[in-house]
């Protein structure tokens, strides 16, 4: 007999051997038609996998969240098949899901290109109308080899070669068709729907090296139902609409070039974004009782190795060597083992803590240029990074402290909600289980102080102890994890810090990593596209344009200019000889907040009329009023 037990608790008996579409039936009609898959003791089967021993067993429909990943997967599936019957000799690659949506890499000697999506689309929807059911085969890894060696799929046989000896190999087919994975699959290329579309073209190296071959990515995207569709189709519109590249070009912001890969030129306006930004952060921190330090950019591996970031993180560094010292140095790709060498320097006692250690640090990571995105994926960045040395007792009320001081700056961005994720420790990491359980209970602990609610993100822990990662929701409903909160008790037993207790004993701080913006290059990056460039006017690097009607208010222009900019405003002026509504034009394109115009009226009558960017009407004030109202405006959240 076997025992299937189900969700509800309840318990079901079966005389031998069973699939999940035998169990579905057993339990109604109506499951038998929905369910794609199941659960088996925690795991993802199809559900045609039999069962042969006592197990929990969980169904997944099209309505849950699950059902997403599985559409996507079988779609990629679908479209490499498509793929090869419209292109013969093309050889598959990899084809995985992905967040929103899938990609194939394909090999063959003409790139595809987006003029060959109606065409793909179309084989698509015959092979997902044909119904094929997804059949699932163990195979032998010799047999594996030699069955896509006969296929002329080069790349499949690389996978399989690589894969580890204690691997099961499994081949999938849908019809005539078939490709290495591991599954789980639906029932049937059916389950997948006609709510899916292909996007884009992308070059791609075969596993991200430049000296292998060059492959041809289409990236697509799948839903459970049209109007699913519809609505990601459209948020992808708006984010093509905001997207920070072209803003920031339109702004005269940034610029990137081919001559420093992953770096950004910063403009003087984007520059002056930057330098508000980076004000800000640093009037909230020094409010909190953040101390400000600077720390080298370059350190020596010795350093690296102690704190374990070498191993760890050693292809992701940018390396340095000195050869009249026979040493390496490396560019930091983080701040925290400098934060603890400032610890260490002289005596420590426990009444010196919480002590909250802040720095802007600049970093270097080695990063793909296939992954790099504008000024979101960088090599070279800057981190509004702190680390607070406290005591275990003291890890609640801190974390308290930073909630607070986190909901304040996003709300102060325009962020009115944020989510909560919850790491727990990675299969790769350092420290004891023993340890790890600590930092872990502290952590939740201090949720729980903190009235903070939270999902888990299993198995996304940092590498030295568990976090919880801050996660923004934009004016398009997108995502973005940008803050984050780490407990360490390994990285200063592992760098010797330490303090003198109540007692004159020594102990070991515990740190508490911890980041609001993340990065401030791709903090900015997001304002851009949150705003679409209509920032705030304390935000805005250009706060106002003063644009002349006739040139006999040039003199009038340059007072208003002047008053501005003694209210500590960032004004332009305008006297060219084109007419207002091409200036406004103009300055609207470059997403200037506020145009001011002045004509011979105005300069009679000492008035201004202000134009606000997207709107139509005029404001017209005395130039005393002007300046009191812009100047209130532009204060930042914190200073008013």
Not at 44 to 54: K, Y
Not at 363 to 386: K, N, W
Not at 551 to 561: G, M, P, R, T, W
């Amino acid at each position: 007999m076997v025992a299937i037990t189900l969700p509800d608790g309840s318990v079901r008996q079966f005389d031998g051997a069973v699939t999940g579409t035998i169990i579905a039936a057993a339990i109604g009609p109506g499951l038998a038609k929905a369910a794609l898959a199941m659960e088996v003791n925690g795991a993802q089967q199809d559900m045609a996998r039999e069962i042969t021993t006592d197990a929990q067993v969980k169904f997944f429909t099209r309505k849950d969240a699950v059902a997403l990943e599985l559409i996507r997967h079988d779609a990629a599936h679908v479209l490499a098949e498509a793929v090869q019957a419209l292109y013969p000799g093309t050889q598959v690659s990899i084809g995985p899901s992905i967040e929103n949506g899938f990609y194939y890499d394909f090999f063959r000697n003409e790139p595809f290109t987006p003029a060959d999506f109606e065409a793909i689309e179309a084989k698509m929807s015959q092979i997902i109308a044909a119904n094929a059911p997804f059949t699932r085969n163990l195979v032998s890894r010799d047999d594996a080899i030699t069955y896509f060696q006969l296929k002329g799929e080069e790349f499949k046989v690389q996978l399989i070669r690589d894969l580890p000896a204690d691997q099961d190999i499994t081949i999938y087919h849908q019809g005539e068709w078939s490709d290495l994975c591991r599954g789980p699959h639906m029932r049937s290329t059916g389950d997948i729907g006609g709510a899916f579309k292909l996007l884009k073209t992308a070059g791609a190296y075969w596993r991200g090296d430049h000296r292998n071959p060059m492959l041809s990515r289409i990236y697509g995207t799948a839903w459970r139902d049209q109007k699913e569709l519809d609505a990601y189709l459209l948020q992808l519109e708006e984010a093509e609409r905001r997207d920070h590249r072209r803003i920031g070009k339109d702004m005269d912001l940034f610029h990137i070039q081919e001559e420093a890969v992953g770096s950004v030129f910063w403009h003087q306006k984007g520059w002056k974004l930057y330098r508000t930004v980076e004000a800000y952060m640093r009037r909230r921190l020094e409010a909190a009782g953040y101390e400000e330090v600077r720390t080298p950019q370059l350190v020596d591996r010795k350093l690296w190795e102690k704190s374990g970031h070498w191993e760890k993180f050693r292809k992701n560094m940018f390396i340095a060597e000195v050869v009249d010292e026979e040493s390496t140095l490396a560019l930091k790709p983080m701040n925290c083992p400098c934060h603890v060498q400032i610890f260490k320097q002289g005596l420590r006692s426990y009444r010196q803590l919480p002590l909250r250690m802040a720095e802007f640090g600049a970093c270097h990571r080695y990063e793909p240029s296939g992954a790099l995105h504008g000024i979101m994926r960088v090599r070279a960045f800057t981190q509004d990074d702190a680390h607070i040395f406290c005591t275990e007792a003291q890890i609640a009320s801190e974390t308290v402290k930073f909630v607070e001081l986190l909901s304040l700056v996003y709300q102060d961005f325009g962020f009115e909600s944020f989510a909560i994720k919850f790491s727990d420790r990675p299969d790769v990491r350092a420290g004891s289980d023993e340890v790890w359980d600590r930092a872990e209970a502290a952590l939740k602990s201090a949720c729980a102080t903190a009235g903070v609610e939270y999902v888990l993100n299993p198995g996304e822990g940092a590498f030295y102890g568990p976090k919880l990662e801050f996660v923004l929701r934009d004016a398009i409903g997108r995502d973005w994890q940008c803050g984050t909160l780490q407990v360490d008790f390994v990285l200063p037993e592992r760098l010797d810090a330490e303090y003198v207790t109540t007692d004159s004993s020594r102990a070991r701080p515990v740190m508490l990593h911890r980041a609001i913006l993340g990065s401030f290059e791709r903090f900015l990056g997001i304002l851009i596209e949150q705003y679409a460039g209509r920032f705030p006017l304390w935000l805005a690097p250009t706060q106002a344009v003063v644009a002349t009607i006739v040139s006999d208010a040039d003199d009038y222009a340059l007072e208003v200019v002047a008053a501005l900019q003694a209210a500590g405003l960032s004004v332009e002026s305008d006297l060219s000889n084109q007419k207002i509504n091409a200036k406004i034009r103009d300055h609207s394109l470059h997403h200037v907040p506020n145009i001011i115009v002045v004509g011979r009226k105005e300069a009679e009558e000492r008035t201004v009329a202000i134009r606000r960017l997207g709107g139509a009407a005029q404001e017209v004030l005395g130039l005393d009023n002007a300046v009191a109202l812009l100047k209130r405006e532009a204060t930042a959240p914190d200073q008013r």
